[in-house]
């Protein structure tokens, strides 16, 4: 009897170790050729529509992402509203503020839930990356771009099984999603002009 304790509290050790998440990379887009990056980014002021949605990120912080984001590329440089004036910029973007899940409202909050997924999956819907359009004050010419994607997020024991495949990982990269959305900056500005 006690030998069948000690291998059951072994494998629920060994499971509880294992726990771990699986969250979906952005979606694999087509081989699609941009033009050479300008050799100095143009400089964007950044404007952010509010959600109506009770969950939508409070419009200061989906700024402050947002820019992070496009700094980290080579076609914007994101103006500081303290040191800048609209005027100074070369293109407008205009961030619709994403929906995001909360925390608090995920299997993963739960300290409870986080001991059953050791054996248990427990799954959710999260969203993802940014819509925005560009302009250019000057032309009048307005480029629109959805660079966001939802996708299921996994806490089980045996996760790492679903980080197999090319599309999950154990914890989404933020460099990987500046690089999706440095894309669609990209493409977003060849449609521009």
Known sequence: MRAGATRL????????ALACSSVPLPPARGRKTLPD????????????ESSQSDFAQPCDLAQADFATSIAAGPWLKPLDPLEHQPSDADVVVTITAP????????PAHNPAFA???????????????????????????E???DATWEGTNVLWGFATLLNISRSRVFYLDP??????????????LQALR
């Open 9 to 16: 509290a072994t494998v629920v050790l060994i499971l509880t």
């Open 115 to 141: 001991l059953l997924s050791a054996a248990i999956p427990l799954w959710w819907s999260e969203p993802h990356g940014f819509s925005f359009r560009i302009s250019d004050p000057d032309a009048n010419h």
């Open 99 to 106: 929906v995001r899940r909360p925390y608090w409202s995920t």
């Open 37 to 48: 990056p300008p050799s100095e980014p143009l400089a964007a002021w950044v404007v952010c």
């Open 143 to 145: 480029s629109t771009s």
């Open 175 to 188: 460099a990987v999603e500046q690089r999706f959305l440095n894309e669609h900056v990209g493409e977003a």
